[in-house]
């Protein structure tokens, strides 16, 4: 019944020991929460259920969470993701998630101490859907070294309908959030439209597939949360924080929002028709985490014609598991 995301808890006990700045914070919240034995209810609450899924029992929530980054992981997942386990790979590194949003949502169902009142506040238009969320650990692989399609990616490419492009990402996970939580590409399933499914979204703007797993197609309060604890942002408001990242999709493109990571506003005379271009990622504190690296911005107040997460998959490789 070991949960196979949670065995290399060991590193980060390592990690405290080396002192590794970036790695503390990380090792602290892991031995805290864990202590690295048994996974019953040692998560924030999550609890593995009889057909190996996992069902959160407890708060789950960014203090309560498990977050486990190898010691020889790249210096971006050490500093900006929570709630994950990320180990290296011989060309990467593997995201490995448990499917529950650290945060409060409708979808967790009445009587989970993670459920929130679904939002009426936004008017009658929207609704919630009748999934339920369902926790399952999953792993997205990322490459570190992405080779390029040498795509020009056009408007007309990103027409949110699946099945219109060969280099549309793959349906459902196709890239994790840095608080935890699968990103999807900008496409609803079947004849669905996701200019109507976003009704069916949170307070996180995030819903459930019908297999249960929880997603993001756009901004959310989700990843920003995990900036303001990290110190990076003092508001969690999609368009206002003072940075603003959310996640990495499983080719190797990285998802922002209305700014680079350094908090420097975007050159939207660059942009193509996803919001993307190609741009060396430098943090805050000015370190140079990747070179030349092809990202796409959500940002709907200031680039209004996508306002979702990418559809064109601009690497070449791609693996969910
Ligand atoms: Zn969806
Ligand atoms: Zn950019």
Redo the contacts with the bound molecule.
Sequence with gaps: MTHPALRSLRVPLLLAATACSSSTTTATSTTATDGGTTTAAGDGGVTTTADGGVTATGLHDLTTCTTSIAADAPAFYKKFFKCVTVTTTADGVNVAYNGLPPHKSYYYGQGNVNFADFDTSRGPTYKPNPNKIVGRTRTVSVPSAPVSRGLTITPAMVDRKAGTNPNEYRMGAAGVAIDSVVI?NDQ?AGQDNIDD?RFTFDSYDA?P?PSGEY?Y?TTSPGPLEVLKALGFATTTKPGDAEVELYGVMCDGALVLGCTELDGKAPDGATLDGQNGHVTDIVDKDGVTHFTGRYHTHVCPKLFTTHKYTPEIQFYSTCTVK
């Design positions: 999807f609803a499914e819903h597939a997603h197609h």
